[in-house]
């Protein structure tokens, strides 16, 4: 029920404007910037049945041919994975002015629209974990991370 809900409202922001990113723990790569179509305030009020846009921008730090997106949902203290619409955990699918591979130092722009499909409401406060991450040598590197703070009216 979780799982298209929150892939939507983890980037907080005017429309397409900046907002505060907050950093995921143990010092992984942020964002440069985070955008949400229609979110006039932070954090990022959302209702199911939306359809949110978002782009979120980064460096890439080492060249890879693969992007993967992964999502995981905090609500009342218990996290877990955000399950996708077909084909957007392949991040490659939704760069924007830029394509796989992708090199060392590039800047990056990931963005999509995800509907909203949850069965909370009613002013729920949840914090979404957005990652991009790809494989190399057998093992996850994260290119990006964020946290995000959302309401679920």
């Given at each position: 029920m979780l799982s298209y809900l929150l892939a939507v409202a983890?980037?907080?922001a005017v429309v397409f404007g900046h907002?505060?990113?907050l950093p995921c723990p143990g010092g992984l790569p942020t964002?440069?910037?985070?955008?949400v179509q229609g979110c006039d305030s932070f954090p990022c009020y959302i209702n199911s049945g939306d359809l949110v846009s978002y782009e979120v921008d980064f460096v890439q730090p080492h060249t890879t041919d693969a992007l993967t997106l992964a999502l995981n949902a905090t609500v009342f203290g218990v996290e877990r994975e955000v399950t996708l619409p077909p084909g957007a955990s392949n991040a490659c699918n939704?760069?924007?002015g830029a394509s796989c591979?992708?090199?060392?130092?590039?800047?990056?722009?990931?963005?999509?629209?995800?509907?909203?499909?949850t069965e909370y409401h009613g002013g729920i406060p949840a914090q979404l974990r957005f990652q991009i991450s790809h494989t190399m040598h057998g093992h996850e590197h994260i290119c990006v991370c964020t946290l995000v703070n959302f309401i679920i009216n």
């Open positions: 983890f980037i907080p907002h505060h990113i964002p440069t910037a985070v955008r939704s760069l924007i591979p992708v090199s060392e130092g590039q800047s990056v722009t990931q963005g999509t629209t995800i509907p909203v499909f």
